[in-house]
């Protein structure tokens, strides 16, 4: 009997002991561990989220980029708005002291960088080690566009794109070239043939639809997400580009053929008002940009960058179009103080604008207001003699990016139509107070 009672007396410590464990084991797990973590997260910082793929795509993406001298800057538009909602603590943030990833572990599907490609060094041995590292990488060449009219060098091709895949996420990295206006330009992303389609999601891809050109950023480096990179100090200045970047060539190949048929005006006459339209516009830029106010290459100056790349010799003056939703009051002693004072005003702001400036080497300055429509856009017109009011009917347009005289310059994306309103279509006699419209 004593040696039962024994046995089940050590039975029922045996029993207690193995309680008490699994109550000390289940008291660490869920308290203790929690409040310890609490206290490591004050003061030494957890990493929340670091563990993303989209995290240490970018991660790895840096460190080959810093490793190789291959100058990159983050330019993805979601990023840089996240940024900039956030940049004092960006700002303050010192390397490693991050803890949460709050920045490049948003969900999404490429992280896009910009690529300077005439500060590059190591010309393709990063893409080798990109691979090397895991990554997947496509590249992406066409032939530059600058070279088209100059025979022996045509079909010269430079790199536009890269795409480096790791595991779900993708990085873009688009290639800024350097053109002679003091710009950075980005070429289409047009796949070829042996490309798999089904690389990465390229429909989803912000850069690449088109052609695109931006005002060179000044840089600064930061600490994101534990991660040091190069932003443009005012990302959103740059983020804002973006919808408005779509850049279009002027027609090298065309001109060249114009000129084979018709032969250029290289007199001196013709070189000496080239030099002063040239200076002319380049004024006239300085001082609307200065304004904030937007404006185009409008009617002899528009037709002169779209036939033969040039301004036309005997076109005697520099043509701008403005929307009238830009003027500004101080406009006229914006360009008084510029040098150039106010030749003609015709109309009003609310009834056909117009203003002539007197340049140098008598070369005029023409600024056309134009005016939104439901269904189509127009100018007013007026004849100095007369006072006989003309309206030109328009096509509605939006503005691209171009080259014009080795500047950064508007043009109407539907150049052929504005053209072709400017020059072939109707131009509408009216009579003051009531015009009559007609559309031809």
Not at 114 to 122: D, V
Not at 338 to 346: I, M, R, S, T, V
Not at 427 to 438: G, H, M, R, T
Request: glycine content about 6%; proline content about 4%.
């Amino acid at each position: 009997m004593s040696r039962i009672n024994k046995n089940v007396v050590l039975a029922l410590l045996t029993l207690t002991s193995s309680a008490f464990l699994l109550f000390q084991l289940y008291y660490y797990k869920h308290y203790l561990s929690a409040k310890n973590a609490a206290g490591l997260s004050k003061s030494k910082g957890s990493r929340i989220g670091f563990d993303s793929i989209q995290w240490r795509a970018v991660k790895k993406f840096i460190m080959l980029t810093s490793n190789q001298n291959v100058p990159v800057f983050l330019i993805d538009p979601l990023i840089l708005e996240l940024i900039n909602k956030n940049f004092e603590q960006v700002k303050n943030t010192s390397y490693g002291s991050t803890s949460e990833c709050k920045f490049f572990c948003v969900p999404r599907d490429f992280t896009a960088f910009a690529l300077q490609y005439h500060l590059r060094k190591n010309e393709e041995g990063w893409i080798q080690v990109a691979e090397n590292m895991g990554f997947q990488c496509i590249k992406i060449e066409s032939k530059d566009p600058r070279l088209d009219g100059i025979d022996s060098l045509s079909g010269t091709e430079i790199p536009l794109h890269y795409i480096c895949k790791l595991a779900t996420h993708a990085i873009h990295l688009i290639v800024f070239h350097e053109r002679s206006g003091n710009y950075l330009w980005h070429g289409h992303l047009r796949l070829k043939e042996h490309i798999d389609r089904k690389f990465v999601p390229f429909r989803k891809l912000r850069f690449g639809r088109y052609p695109g050109a931006f005002d060179r950023p000044e840089l600064q480096q930061v600490t994101v997400d534990g991660l040091e990179v190069l932003i443009p100090k005012d990302p959103m200045y740059f983020v804002e580009e973006i919808p408005h970047s779509r850049f279009i060539e002027c027609r090298y190949k065309e001109a060249r053929a114009f000129f084979q048929q018709y032969l250029d005006d290289n007199t001196v006459e013709a070189m000496a008002f080239r030099k002063s339209a040239k200076e002319l516009l380049q004024l006239a830029a300085k001082t609307l940009n200065k304004l904030g106010i937007p404006f185009w290459l409008s009617s002899g100056t528009c037709l002169g960058w779209y036939r033969q790349c040039n301004i036309i010799p005997y076109s005697k003056d520099v043509d701008l179009g403005i929307f009238i939703q830009d003027y500004k009051s101080d406009i006229i002693l914006a360009f008084q103080d510029a040098g150039l004072p106010l030749k003609h005003k015709f109309g009003k702001v609310e009834d056909s604008l117009e203003l002539s400036f007197q340049g140098k080497d008598d070369v005029k300055l023409d600024i056309f207001f134009f005016y939104e429509e439901t269904d189509h856009m127009w100018n007013g017109g007026t004849q100095a003699k007369t006072g006989k009011k003309f309206k030109y009917l328009f096509p509605k347009f939006t503005l691209c990016w171009t080259e014009f005289v080795d500047m950064k310059v508007h043009v109407p994306c539907e150049t052929l139509e504005y053209i072709e309103a400017n020059y072939v279509f109707c131009k509408l006699s009216i009579s003051d107070p009531s015009w009559v419209e007609a559309l031809s």
